[in-house]
C-alpha cells in the first residue's frame, strides 16, 4: 500500500510480538538486532519513515567503531524497509497507526456523542453542565435517618473541606486538582444540588480519601439506572454504601 494511504500518528508504544520477531530476525547478530529496533522505534515514536539520508541513518543508528554502514544497509534497512518518496518505511508500521489512529478517532466521536447525551449543549460557562442538569432534573431528596451524615456535622464537614456548593458558572480554584474538580461536579450532577448543598463536603472527604472508589460506585450506579434500575432510598445513601463496599474489597 502507498504510504500516503496510511493514516500515520506518534505512538508512545507499538505491539510486539516475541514470536513473529525472533523468527523474524533470528539472522541478525545484536548489532544489526539493535538497529533494526532502533529503526522501529524512531519510525513509530516520530509517526513519520526514516529520513532517506545515509548520514542521518548512520548517526540514528549508532554504529560502533568497525561497523560498516553499507553492510547495515543492505542486511537491516534494505531487506526490512522499503524506501518511498518521503523516506524509508513499513508496511507493517503504517497498518498499525492507521488501526491506532481510526480508534482514537472513534474513541473520541463517542465520548463527545455521550457527553452531549449526558449534559446537553455545551456552554463554556458551565462546562459540566451542572446548571443544565439541575434544571432538568428534580432536586433529590435526602433522608436525614439513613444518610451517613446527620444535620449536625454538615456545617463541620463543609467547613473543614472547605467546601461551596457550585453554582453556574463556577471555575475551577486554582489550589484544586482537576481531578478533584471533575469528579465533585460529576457527584453534584448525579445527587443533585440540594444534596450537595447539605453533604458536599462529606463527598469531598470521600473523594479525597480514595478517589478511584467514588468514581467505580459512581459509574456503576450510572450504568444500573440506563438499564432501568430504581432504588428503594434514596441515590446518595446507595452511592455511599457502594462506596464503602468497594473500599473494603480493595484492603
Avoid at 30 to 45: K, N, P, Q, R
Amino acid at each position: 500500500m502507498p504510504i500516503e494511504d496510511y493514516e500515520l500518528c506518534a505512538m508512545p508504544w507499538f505491539p510486539l510480538y516475541c514470536g513473529d520477531l525472533l523468527k523474524d530476525t533470528m539472522h541478525l547478530n545484536a548489532t544489526e538486532f539493535g538497529v533494526y529496533s532502533l529503526f522501529l522505534i524512531i519510525i513509530y515514536s516520530t509517526g513519520r519513515p526514516l529520513p532517506a539520508n545515509d548520514d542521518q541513518l548512520r548517526m540514528m543508528a549508532r554504529l560502533p567503531t568497525g561497523v560498516e554502514w553499507t553492510h547495515i544497509r543492505h542486511t537491516v534497512l534494505e531487506h526490512y524497509f522499503y524506501e518511498t518518496t518521503q523516506g524509508w518505511f513499513k508496511n507493517k508500521c503504517g497498518e498499525v497507526m492507521t488501526e491506532q489512529t481510526r480508534q482514537a478517532r472513534a474513541a473520541s466521536l463517542r465520548g463527545k456523542k455521550g457527553a452531549e447525551a449526558r449534559w446537553g449543549r455545551h456552554d463554556d460557562n458551565d462546562p459540566y453542565g451542572i446548571a443544565q442538569t439541575n434544571a432538568q432534573a428534580m432536586p433529590e431528596q435526602s433522608n436525614p435517618q439513613s444518610h451517613p451524615n446527620s444535620n449536625s456535622e454538615t456545617k463541620t464537614h463543609n467547613e473543614a473541606c472547605n467546601y461551596k456548593p457550585l453554582q453556574e458558572g463556577d471555575k475551577k480554584p486554582k489550589d484544586i486538582p482537576k481531578w478533584e474538580w471533575e469528579l465533585m461536579a460529576d457527584l453534584h450532577a448525579f445527587l443533585g444540588g440540594e444534596v450537595m448543598t447539605k453533604d458536599g463536603g462529606l463527598w469531598r472527604q470521600m473523594v479525597r480519601e480514595d478517589r478511584h472508589a467514588i468514581r467505580s460506585a459512581l459509574l456503576e450506579m450510572q450504568s444500573l439506572e440506563k438499564e432501568g434500575k430504581r432504588w428503594d432510598t434514596t441515590r446518595d445513601r446507595v452511592l455511599y454504601d457502594l462506596f464503602q463496599r468497594l473500599k473494603k474489597k480493595k484492603t
